[in-house]
């Protein structure tokens, strides 16, 4: 079943789109910035101590919350369209966790000169989230984060760019995808030369979005997103 060049984006309302862009807005700018502060008055407030693990499992499900209460619409839409066509998104599914290694792997290869000395802090603050809490971890990596993401990055911001161009919209929610997993750690070190790793997550943004496209379904992207993170997972503890 070929897709129009519409199916991934006219089923986000007008409303979801405006209210969407907002939070999106939010969720990479300031939320980053006021997490820590938000979670210190809460503690002064409540007269407790938060745990990182806590906090960040209440953090993302207050994002998964307010996702589904804005993008209710587009979800539902998007959950029609996989149980009408199971079959091309699990095949998408499986398409895309090819394609992601064996591209991650090329990505690697060819680009590792430009990552020696650059640790992905991104990737060690999950590692050392995992062994000081896997449960909670677990559940924020495989469940919350890929559904959150994938709405945001590839529902939102993919969908409705790709109504006038697919390639600025893979372009676009590549770079912004990308840029959220490296800005604060850049910010915090105040090195500008962190943001080369914004090509690690080339792969995974042009896959997820692929995925996607692909399918006409959001699951697809979210399901895989939920794969390769439960993958990574594995490998850690393991």
Known sequence: ???????????????????GTIFFIVYLLVMPLLLERIFAIAETLLDTTISDSLANVLYYYTLFAATVLLFHSFIAATTSRLLDNVNRCFVSVGLGLIL??????????VSHVFFDGH??????TIAAQVHAAPRMTMLIVIVLAPFVEEVLFRGLVFGCIRE????????????????????TFALSGWDITYFVLMLQYLVPGIVFAWAYDHSSSLWSAILLHAAVNAL?????LN
């Open 119 to 124: 640790t992905n802090l991104n990737d060690v």
């Open 100 to 109: 992601f290694y064996g591209a991650n792997e090329l990505l690697y290869r």
């Open 1 to 19: 079943m070929a897709v129009s060049k519409k199916g991934t984006s006219a089923l986000m309302n007008r409303t979801e789109r405006v209210a």
């Open 232 to 236: 990574s997972i594995f490998v850690i």
């Open 164 to 183: 006038r161009s697919r390639i600025a919209a893979y372009v676009v929610s590549c770079v912004l995808f990308a840029f959220a997993h490296v800005w």
